[in-house]
């Protein structure tokens, strides 16, 4: 049934709507935009690929919202989380070994996890 489907969108029940866009667009460096429907205010960011996060105020727990997995297509999984460790993003796991390749994952400001990985096929650089 949604086999021949492309994911279109993720959505994100967040705390505070201001805390969630500075992160996203500051320290995850993604467009987002504000806007508005029906009175109500939300949030929209746009991924390379077309993915759409959606950011929905509503009282949040983490578990209540997936984890979204960006690709690190050309590298440099140890420089970014290094780069968003000293902007003050915490960092709930260091990158490690994952299938096929590297993972990290962070927290944004409602403690949602924001997962990175890379593949083995593209090189690590380390220090």
């Given at each position: 049934m949604l086999?021949?489907?492309?994911?279109?969108a993720i959505c994100y029940y967040v705390s505070n709507l201001e805390k969630t866009e500075v992160f996203y667009r500051d320290a995850l460096g993604l467009d987002v935009v504000r806007m508005k429907d029906e009175g109500s205010d939300w949030l929209l960011?746009?991924?390379?690929?077309?993915?759409?996060?959606?950011?929905?105020?509503?009282?949040?727990?983490?578990?209540?919202?997936?984890?979204?997995?960006?690709?690190l297509s050309?590298?440099?999984?140890?420089?970014?989380?290094?780069?968003?460790?000293?902007?003050?993003?915490?960092i709930v796991t260091?990158?490690?070994?994952?299938p096929g390749g590297w993972s990290a994952e962070i927290a944004d400001p409602d403690?949602?996890?924001?997962?990175?990985?890379q593949s083995d096929d593209v090189p690590?650089?380390?220090?």
């Open positions: 086999n021949r489907s492309k994911v279109g960011a746009k991924t390379e690929n077309g993915v759409e996060l959606l950011f929905f105020k509503q009282e949040s727990k983490p578990g209540d919202s997936p984890i979204v997995v960006f690709e050309n590298g440099g999984i140890d420089d970014v989380v290094e780069t968003l460790s000293e902007s003050g993003v915490t260091p990158v490690s070994h994952a403690n949602h996890q924001i997962s990175m990985y690590r650089k380390l220090k």
